[in-house]
């Protein structure tokens, strides 16, 4: 209920741009072209982690995105979600091998025959504490605007918030990469039951709204890796996130 009425005061009375600070908007014009600035491209952190997946991001985790972001994230701007999730769409595409815009053309066409293949997207999983005090999964509510866009586009899409956290981690922004790996490693988990909502025939993509030195996304493809391998089907070959840190950008 809070959630909904907070969306509705964002949307009847906005306040300013999430990414400028310009008024009576939730996201100007031109914020909203930088969280989609030119085509997604593939991002490989420096010492990137084991088990690390092919990343595609939208745009570089700085300025007006990173401002939007951590508005959505931890100021609770909800409408955002809509906004990002045509951003991570679009890096989805491009991880499938698809038009990023979702228009057809040479992208598209190569990646045609497997557009009938279900795509399945799942979420890395806030900590409970987080969604307590957020009161929302950030990375789960952009995954399911992301999904929307898709199917709009004529992608088959949905997703499948199977990850949970197994045990309690330090909050990731006091620490440096390899503490973060620390930090993360074994810390995922599946939900009960979670093997039957992976697909049998389809793909599998990690995604995330933001990823700084992968560990998040290289913790939830080993979980979900492990997962299919135990269930006989294929192993998630890609990964996609909104932004990520502008010096992995291959």
């Not at 400028?20 to 939730?26: D, F, K, S, Y």
């Not at 010492?47 to 959505?72: I, K, N, Q």
């Not at 990731?172 to 039951?193: H, I, K, M, S």
Request: charged fraction near 25%; charge should be positive.
């Amino acid at each position: 209920m809070r959630d909904w009425w907070r969306a509705l005061a964002e949307l009847v009375l906005p306040g300013e741009c999430a990414g400028c600070g310009a008024p009576r908007t939730v996201l100007c014009d031109g914020c909203r072209r930088a969280v989609r600035r030119g085509p997604p491209r593939p991002v490989r952190p420096r010492d990137a982690p084991a088990g690390l997946p092919p990343v595609w991001a939208a745009a570089p985790y700085a300025d007006a995105v990173r401002s939007v972001l951590l508005a959505h994230k931890e100021r609770g701007a909800l409408p955002l979600a809509a906004p990002l999730g045509e951003a991570l769409a679009g890096a989805v595409r491009a991880a499938l091998g698809e038009d990023p815009a979702g228009e057809g053309g040479p992208a598209a066409a190569r990646g045609a025959g497997a557009r009938d293949r279900p795509v399945v997207l799942v979420p890395v999983p806030s900590a409970r504490r987080a969604v307590r005090e957020r009161g929302h999964d950030p990375a789960r509510r952009i995954a399911v605007a992301a999904a929307g866009a898709l199917r709009r586009s004529g992608t088959p899409a949905r997703t499948a918030a199977v990850l949970l956290q197994r045990r309690a981690v330090a909050d990731q922004t006091e620490l440096d990469a390899v503490g973060r790996l620390a930090n993360l490693d074994g810390a995922l988990g599946l939900r009960p039951g979670a093997r039957a909502l992976l697909p049998a025939d389809g793909r599998l993509l990690v995604v995330d709204d933001v990823t700084t030195t992968g560990a998040s996304v290289a913790e939830a493809a080993r979980v979900l890796r492990e997962a299919a391998e135990t269930k006989g089907t294929g192993v998630p070959f890609a990964a996609a996130v909104v932004a990520a840190s502008p010096g992995f950008f291959v």
